[in-house]
């Protein structure tokens, strides 16, 4: 399938990351979201990112332009949707959310789309029981900052068709990502690692072994990680990974993923991180330094 047209549905962070590497791929992009001012916010965001880009002398003022003229937002979902090829949804985390949308979507949408789910951790199978269409879901896990981080998840879930596989490895070559193929299982590849590695990290911060920035520089010198568990978890949001790990505890029937007190502590006092300005850091400064977890 040839793509030229693709629709994001979800206007956050994710979303509207997505939305720029799709409008950059050339594609024209309709960028979907239910709530006008997160809406707004994401289209600022994006506009930001490639001004900052420009003056930084990466990117120019002329390709600016062509990738403005390939993105427009909406809050109307069938406008979005409805002749698109590829449909990519990014909102929260909710299981039932998700069906909800991927019914609206299934209805709208031309019957050719591929749809894929930006989920980190959610059964594909289960949110693709919402549509007619379940050999046409995949998931496709995308990583933060969507258009620096090199990598994209494609997650198979049992009816998913070889044709949806290699439309969404066309679509990830075409943002200039590295896709890999996992199964559909909880956590997937990265997530079931990721969260696991953090919720360490967390602990051993918990019980005074080293400071955060110690423990991050410990896995970025001594591992060749880009950036340290607690940083990433920063960065990722608290709120996200308490919730993917409660997720896999549930899936696996494993207290071993059972989110650190710590963890769950900083979520309630809603320290969620960068998207905060405040988490295991503080990232006031826009960058992440060390601060009292009191």
């Given at each position: 399938?040839?793509?030229?047209r693709?629709?994001v549905i979800?206007?956050?962070?994710m979303?509207?990351?997505?939305?720029?590497v799709?409008?950059?791929?050339?594609?024209?992009?309709?960028l979907?979201?239910?709530?006008?001012?997160g809406?707004?916010?994401?289209?600022?965001?994006?506009?930001?990112?490639?001004?900052?880009g420009?003056?930084?002398?990466?990117?120019?003022?002329?390709?600016?332009?062509?990738?403005?003229?390939?993105?427009?937002?909406?809050?109307?979902?069938?406008?979005a949707?409805?002749?698109?090829?590829?449909?990519?949804e990014?909102?929260?985390?909710?299981?039932?959310l998700?069906q909800?949308?991927?019914?609206?979507?299934?209805?709208?949408a031309p019957?050719?789309a591929?749809l894929?789910?930006?989920?980190?951790s959610?059964?594909i199978?289960?949110?693709?029981?919402a549509?007619?269409?379940?050999?046409q879901?995949?998931g496709?896990?995308?990583?933060?900052?969507?258009?620096?981080m090199?990598?994209?998840?494609?997650?198979?879930?049992?009816?998913t068709s070889?044709s949806?596989?290699e439309?969404?490895?066309?679509?990830?070559?075409a943002?200039?990502?590295?896709?890999?193929?996992?199964?559909d299982v909880?956590?997937?590849?990265t997530?079931?690692?990721?969260?696991?590695?953090?919720?360490?990290?967390?602990r051993?911060?918990a019980?005074?072994?080293?400071?955060a920035?110690?423990?991050?520089?410990?896995?970025?010198?001594g591992?060749?990680?880009?950036?340290g568990?607690?940083?990433?978890?920063?960065?990722?949001?608290l709120?996200?990974?308490?919730d993917?790990?409660?997720n896999?505890?549930?899936?696996?029937n494993?207290?071993?993923?059972?989110?650190?007190?710590l963890?769950e502590?900083l979520?309630?006092?809603g320290?969620?991180?960068?998207?905060?300005?405040?988490g295991i850091y503080?990232?006031?400064?826009?960058?992440?330094e060390?601060?009292?977890?009191?």
């Open positions: 399938m040839d793509i030229q693709v629709a979800g206007a956050g962070t979303g509207a990351g997505i939305a720029q799709c409008a950059q791929a050339g594609w024209k992009t309709s979907y979201d239910a709530f006008p001012e809406l707004q916010r994401g289209m600022q965001r994006i506009d930001a990112f490639w001004d900052k420009i003056a930084r002398g990466k990117t120019t003022a002329e390709q600016k332009a062509v990738w403005e003229k390939n993105l427009y937002a909406t809050s109307s979902m069938e406008e949707v409805g002749d698109a090829d590829l449909v990519i990014a909102v929260p985390e909710i299981p039932d998700k909800s949308i991927f019914a609206d979507i299934d209805r709208l019957k050719h591929v894929g789910t930006n989920t980190s959610l059964s199978a289960s949110i693709a029981t549509t007619s269409r379940p050999e879901v995949i496709m896990h995308f990583f933060n900052p969507v258009p620096i090199s990598l994209l998840e494609l997650v198979q879930h049992s009816t070889q949806t596989i439309v969404a490895k066309i679509a990830g070559d943002m200039g990502k590295t896709t890999i193929l996992v199964k909880p956590g997937f590849a997530s079931r690692l990721g969260v696991v590695l953090g919720n360490e990290a967390i051993m911060l019980d005074g072994v080293a400071s920035k110690d423990i991050d520089t410990a896995m970025v010198l591992y060749k990680h880009p950036m568990p607690l940083a990433l978890t920063d960065l990722v949001g709120d996200v990974r308490r993917i790990l409660n896999l505890r549930t899936s696996f494993d207290d071993a993923y059972t989110p650190h007190p963890l502590e979520v309630a006092k320290r969620l991180g960068k998207k905060t300005g405040m503080d990232w006031s400064s826009g960058k992440p060390e601060t009292s977890l009191d």
